[in-house]
């Protein structure tokens, strides 16, 4: 009877831990894992220290930069367009987080910022 009870018990917690299912938005511009992992792998933001502007060295799959301080406050967010360069003259000298957005509104990566 053991045996049986925990053969149920094993097969039950199988289900629930496998049988999880996504029934998200499945629309064919989101991009792939890899896809999102080579553009993150590949993303730059220049100059780095920046004075007045930063860039991004590819902006294929990017959709929106937005730039945090270290309490993790959002000061500035940019809309991602081909060959743009964003105004950061306003923000204080010090460190910042650059979260860079894909296309499917997914973090593609974080990176470090010094302002001068």
Do not use: H, W
Not at 17 to 30: E, I, K, V
């Amino acid at each position: 009877m053991k045996k049986i009870l925990l053969f149920l018990l094993f097969a039950l917690t199988c289900s629930l831990t496998y049988g999880q299912a996504d029934y998200g938005d499945d629309s064919a511009d989101d991009m792939t894992v890899v896809e999102q992992i080579k553009i993150a792998k590949n993303l730059q933001v220049f100059p780095n220290p920046a004075i007045d502007y930063i860039s991004l060295n590819d902006n294929s799959g990017v959709k929106k930069i937005a730039v945090f301080n270290l309490i993790g406050n959002e000061v500035v967010s940019f809309n991602v367009a081909e060959g743009e360069k964003y105004y950061v003259g306003d923000l204080r000298v010090g460190m910042y987080l650059v979260q860079i957005v894909g296309t499917n509104n997914k973090t593609l990566t974080t990176l470090r910022l010094s302002k001068k």
